[in-house]
């Protein structure tokens, strides 16, 4: 027989240095003995589970590489202690603005509703958009997502002059932030010669003094993707997105009972809502692996039924004082009789306005809406119903049921 030292190409005794077989045959060997180790690893982590674990992980939840923020996005603007920024994710008709003012009632606040309205507007009409800066651009749809996490960023870093005339001068500054309405008169005097965009150079000042003061900033809207919001936390160390999440069902109800469908009919309206959905529940995924201290869900329905839960959980998340101000605020929000009223958020009793679709949606309706919806319902803890015992159910959020 052969001795062992044969086949790595070296004779015994002979003072002679290994051959290229040698190094050819140790190659060989480490192969095998590195491909028997990983085979005996993933025998131990299939029994143990892991194996079923990290087959689940994106590439990219292994590397968590941040997305470098482009060179036109400065950092002049920011202030030098980075406030808290709170940003939160939602559709319409979905509770945004109910979660918004739980989120922001905290003292020393700057918040901005719905600054993305008015760009998506101008892009829908196509028209130019023209900003603060003096710059006209027209805005394609395929790079409208890109450019709503750029404007984002300069209403965090409070950078008017990039931001859109439209954000800068819309009614919502008025009517759903009032504390910002020394501005807004400033924008709007009863007699001026001025172009709309001169009286707001004129006044930002004021608007710029506020943003850099604040002990936070808020910001809430309705047409960002999860996914475009994770560049954001790339970009701004300081910032927690909140993803809220309500009955697809409730939601499109009321799209419709409110006439804000965008001329879409229910089939496509609720496959559209869905598929958003899905496609945020999976980007959320990836984001809370790399970012899980920085993002988080919350079921509006479980808000409305333990609203002094919620809300203090929400608060410790934000890392902010969850005060008796903020704790009478809810009370008067969330509880009491219903105030009848279709845009405010003091509407009392919100677990019944949550569910108030219940009792009112037609049959063929909630066959519509589950042809397209059904798949996310067990994702979310949400029951697939009945329309025959509609009239007995009393909600469709089960806490403990998701996915």
């Given at each position: 027989?052969?001795?062992?030292s044969?086949?790595?190409?070296f004779r015994q005794?002979?003072?002679?240095?290994?051959?290229r077989?040698?190094?050819?045959?140790?190659?060989?060997?480490?192969?095998?003995?590195?491909?028997?180790?990983?085979c005996?690893i993933?025998?131990?982590?299939r029994?143990?589970?892991?194996?079923?674990?990290?087959s689940?992980?994106?590439?990219n939840?292994?590397?968590c590489?941040?997305?470098?923020?482009?060179?036109?996005?400065?950092?002049?603007?920011?202030s030098?202690r980075?406030?808290?920024?709170?940003?939160?994710v939602?559709?319409?008709?979905?509770?945004?603005t109910?979660t918004?003012?739980?989120?922001r009632?905290?003292?020393g606040?700057?918040y901005?509703?719905?600054p993305?309205?008015?760009?998506?507007?101008?892009v829908?009409?196509?028209?130019?958009v023209?900003?603060?800066?003096?710059?006209?651009r027209m805005?394609?749809?395929?790079?409208l997502?890109?450019v709503?996490?750029?404007?984002?960023?300069h209403?965090?870093?409070?950078?008017?002059?990039?931001?859109?005339?439209?954000?800068?001068?819309?009614p919502f500054?008025?009517q759903?932030?009032?504390?910002l309405g020394e501005?807004y008169?400033?924008?709007?005097?009863?007699t001026?010669?001025?172009?709309?965009?001169?009286?707001v150079?004129?006044?930002?000042?004021?608007?710029?003094?506020?943003?850099?003061?604040?002990?936070?900033?808020?910001i809430?809207?309705?047409?960002?993707?999860?996914?475009?919001?994770?560049?954001?936390?790339d970009?701004?160390p300081?910032?927690?997105?909140?993803?809220?999440?309500?009955?697809?069902?409730?939601?499109?109800?009321s799209?419709?009972?409110k006439l804000?469908?965008?001329?879409?009919?229910m089939?496509?309206?609720?496959?559209?809502?869905?598929q958003?959905?899905?496609?945020?529940?999976?980007?959320y995924?990836?984001l809370?692996?790399?970012?899980?201290?920085?993002?988080?869900?919350i079921?509006?329905?479980?808000?409305?039924?333990?609203?002094f839960?919620i809300?203090?959980?929400?608060?410790?998340?934000?890392?902010t004082?969850?005060?008796?101000?903020?704790?009478?605020?809810?009370?008067?929000?969330?509880?009491?009789?219903?105030?009848?009223?279709?845009?405010?958020?003091?509407k009392?009793?919100?677990l019944?306005?949550?569910?108030?679709?219940?009792?009112?949606?037609?049959?063929?309706?909630?066959?519509?809406?589950d042809?397209h919806?059904?798949?996310l319902?067990?994702k979310?803890?949400y029951?697939?119903?009945?329309?025959?015992?509609l009239n007995?159910t009393?909600r469709s959020w089960l806490?403990?049921?998701?996915?």
């Amino acid at each position: 027989m052969l001795p062992f030292s044969h086949f790595f190409g070296f004779r015994q005794n002979t003072g002679i240095l290994p051959s290229r077989r040698f190094f050819k045959g140790a190659q060989i060997l480490t192969v095998f003995l590195g491909f028997y180790s990983f085979c005996y690893i993933c025998t131990i982590a299939r029994e143990n589970g892991t194996i079923r674990i990290l087959s689940s992980l994106r590439l990219n939840n292994f590397l968590c590489l941040s997305l470098p923020k482009p060179p036109h996005l400065s950092d002049n603007h920011f202030s030098t202690r980075h406030p808290p920024m709170n940003l939160i994710v939602a559709y319409m008709r979905s509770g945004s603005t109910l979660t918004a003012n739980m989120v922001r009632h905290n003292e020393g606040d700057f918040y901005m509703f719905e600054p993305l309205h008015g760009i998506t507007q101008a892009v829908q009409k196509t028209s130019p958009v023209q900003f603060l800066n003096g710059t006209k651009r027209m805005i394609s749809r395929r790079e409208l997502f890109t450019v709503y996490a750029e404007l984002l960023y300069h209403w965090f870093t409070c950078n008017f002059a990039g931001i859109d005339i439209t954000a800068l001068t819309h009614p919502f500054i008025v009517q759903y932030t009032p504390e910002l309405g020394e501005y807004y008169r400033c924008i709007n005097p009863k007699t001026s010669r001025r172009s709309k965009t001169e009286n707001v150079k004129m006044c930002l000042t004021w608007l710029h003094k506020r943003c850099v003061k604040s002990k936070s900033r808020t910001i809430k809207t309705i047409r960002l993707p999860i996914s475009m919001a994770g560049k954001l936390l790339d970009w701004l160390p300081s910032l927690k997105i909140i993803h809220l999440i309500r009955d697809p069902r409730g939601i499109l109800n009321s799209q419709f009972e409110k006439l804000v469908n965008d001329g879409k009919n229910m089939s496509t309206a609720a496959e559209e809502l869905c598929q958003s959905i899905s496609n945020d529940l999976s980007a959320y995924e990836d984001l809370q692996y790399c970012h899980k201290n920085r993002i988080t869900r919350i079921i509006y329905e479980d808000m409305c039924e333990n609203p002094f839960v919620i809300v203090p959980k929400l608060y410790e998340f934000l890392n902010t004082k969850y005060t008796k101000r903020v704790n009478d605020y809810v009370k008067w929000t969330m509880t009491g009789p219903v105030r009848s009223c279709d845009y405010c958020t003091n509407k009392g009793n919100a677990l019944m306005n949550a569910y108030r679709w219940i009792s009112i949606i037609p049959r063929h309706v909630i066959q519509t809406f589950d042809t397209h919806c059904s798949f996310l319902y067990p994702k979310l803890g949400y029951q697939n119903l009945d329309y025959d015992k509609l009239n007995i159910t009393e909600r469709s959020w089960l806490p403990g049921t998701s996915h």
